[in-house]
């Protein structure tokens, strides 16, 4: 198997990836910043920013949202197709660890 294309943007490890379909992939990395990236074009499309820890996990809400995990402790839901700001209340996890991973539910 062999690496059909690479994209770079983020200033440390990736930890996590999603996809939201029309070309659209999301990463988390340690820099604390979430990507939205089109694979087509190779581009950046939008940054989040918002946790003040690693992202650790992402999941595919619907169409609109995104919800990222971090190891900040907390989780946030993202509005994609707008601003890059969350548009729910932080949930707070009690875990000294932080929050390590999303699942979609159904």
């Given at each position: 198997m062999n690496c059909v294309q690479t994209v770079k943007g983020h200033t440390s490890r990736v930890n996590c990836l999603v996809y939201l379909g029309n070309s659209r992939l999301v990463s988390g990395s340690w820099d604390d910043t979430i990507k939205i990236w089109n694979i087509t074009t190779r581009e950046c499309i939008q940054t989040l920013k918002g946790h003040w820890g690693s992202v650790c996990s992402l999941a595919y809400i619907d169409d609109t949202r995104l919800a990222s995990a971090s190891g900040d402790n907390t989780?946030?839901?993202?509005?994609?197709?707008?601003?890059a700001v969350p548009v729910a209340e932080d949930v707070v996890v009690?875990?000294?660890g932080g929050v390590e991973q999303l699942q979609r539910l159904q």
């Open positions: 989780i946030k839901i993202w509005d994609m197709p707008t601003k009690s875990s000294e």
